[in-house]
């Protein structure tokens, strides 16, 4: 068994987490639950800026909120120093909304709406990170509009595959993020946005991909981002002050999952900037990374009761709990694998293979394939590691069931940062129209 963080097995044989029982948090909030050790979130974050800090660069850690936003959420990324990455008029109203100061935010996606440059543009947030050329246009004449100038990188993608999920890898050229360094688009949208005099281009933005556990990757697409800035200050005069790298970086969630300690994947980022930077005589930039499973990923569990079961026998049993695919679709959406034990019955010997299996109506709603647990009886609680990264975040009302709640966890206190949504949310937004109103009884 693989604890992370905080998390131990107390004198009674349960998971304890942040010094909290996880029977008490079941008791208290309900299952499913999502438990986020809060101490592992400030540990992580703190490794990136100590890491930065050990390189003498200036810099920036742009939390991708993506993973997991909430407005507590927002809270902690304050105060440890982080910026915050949004891609979304929900994510930027979250950190809004939290008080997050609106200068650290950076704007990501694909296809920003006019609504949602506006949105920035009256908060005046940091920086926009401009993926396409009809984005480059819109936000230079909305910015107009406002009398502003806004600061940008460019996404570029640098032609770098990551090995990962093909779902979750974004730096090769057939991607639908950024513009393409080897086809020229890249140097296209500088010259372009040179012209635009409410831009202002601060340099550019690499994000390779997701769950990686190597360096290589992100050296090569320093190499070519180094590159591409020197080309661009001898082509076109302009210099790069900002260097963006993205996310990706890795966390174990499982067994035979090797990322690195923190600090090695930014050290190697900040070598391979130093050298090549220096190398070209090139002023030194500053460096951003956008890491969004690493801060939260292993700090998160989910908290599920076990139900029903089924044995279908020599060929498997099924274990069903109180949520499933629409608390976390990784399973589903990506093959991921996760590692579970029995909360309330942790210091207990497995005893039989099972299929964790969720309430969706769907077959293929298997959260865990083949987990060794002590033989589980009705009630008992299992809890499911690494699951703070992209499963409140990417969580459905499929089924319309109801998105469950999530507590923070810390030095043996716990506080509710999401309510579990009510039967009235999930009718909360339907509307019945007075033509179909007639034939119902109320
Ligand atoms: C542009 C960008 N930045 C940052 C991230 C965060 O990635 P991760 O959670 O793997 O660190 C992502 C998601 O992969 C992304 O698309
Ligand atoms: N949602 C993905 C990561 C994608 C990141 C988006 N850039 C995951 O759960 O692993």
């Known amino acids: 068994m693989y604890l992370h963080g905080t998390s131990k097995i107390n004198a009674e044989g349960h998971l304890e987490i942040g010094g909290v029982d996880v029977a008490d948090l079941a008791k208290e909030y309900g299952t499913p639950l999502y ?10 974050a703190n490794e990136y800026v100590s890491a930065f800090e050990a390189s003498g660069l200036k810099f920036q850690v742009a939390y991708a909120s993506k993973a997991f936003s909430v407005m507590a959420m927002c809270a902690i990324a304050e105060q440890e120093g982080l910026s915050l990455d949004v891609v979304s008029d929900g994510e ?11 200068g650290r935010i950076h704007f990501h996606g694909n296809n920003k709406t006019p609504d949602e440059i506006n949105m920035a543009l009256d908060a ?3 920086c926009f990170v401009v993926d396409n050329f009809v984005e480059l246009h819109m936000l230079n004449a909305l910015a107009a509009d406002k009398g502003k100038k806004v600061k940008i990188l460019f996404r570029i993608t640098p032609g770098v595959e990551a090995h990962t999920h093909e779902y979750i890898s974004t730096g090769q050229q057939d991607s639908k993020f950024g513009f393409d360094l080897g086809n020229g688009a890249a140097k296209q949208a500088i010259e372009e946005a040179l012209k635009l005099s409410n831009i202002e281009i601060l340099g550019v933005h690499s994000h390779i991909g997701s769950q990686i556990f190597e360096v290589d990757g992100f050296r090569m697409a320093v190499d070519k981002v180094a590159a591409f800035a020197v080309q661009i200050r001898e082509e076109l005069g302009h210099t790069f002050q900002v260097i963006n790298l993205g996310g990706g970086f890795g966390i174990r969630y499982v067994e035979g999952d090797t990322p690195l300690p923190v600090a090695q994947y930014v050290a190697a980022i900040t070598d391979a900037i130093i050298s090549n930077f220096s190398a070209a005589n090139f002023p030194l930039p500053e460096i951003w990374v956008e890491p969004g499973r690493s801060i939260v990923g292993d700090a998160g569990t989910t908290l599920y009761t076990v139900g029903t079961m089924k044995e279908i026998p020599g060929v498997r049993k099924y274990i069903a709990v109180d949520g499933g695919m629409m608390d976390n679709p990784r399973p589903a959406l990506y093959q ?6 029995l909360a309330n019955r942790a210091n207990e ?3 039989e293979t099972v299929t964790i299996a969720g309430k969706a109506c769907e077959s293929g709603d298997k959260l865990i394939i083949d987990l060794e647990l002590p033989k589980a009886e009705t ?3 299992l809890a499911v590691f690494c699951t703070g990264a992209y499963n409140y975040a990417m969580a459905s009302n499929y089924n319309r069931f109801r998105r469950p709640a999530v507590v923070f966890v810390k030095d043996g206190q716990s506080d509710l940062v999401v309510q579990r949504e009510s039967l009235e949310n999930i009718v909360g937004n339907d509307v019945i129209p007075a033509r179909l109103r007639k034939s119902l009884a109320k």
Not at 35 to 44: F, G, K, N, P, T
Not at 92 to 102: D, E, I, R, S
């Open 35 to 44: 438990i986020v050790d809060e101490a592992l979130v400030r540990q992580r």
């Open 92 to 102: 930027l109203y979250t950190a809004l909304q939290a008080g997050f100061p609106a």
């Open 124 to 126: 005046n947030i940091g």
């Open 336 to 341: 991921s694998r996760y590692e579970a034990i």
């Open 349 to 351: 010997a497995n005893a």
């Open 379 to 381: 009630g008992d609680l």
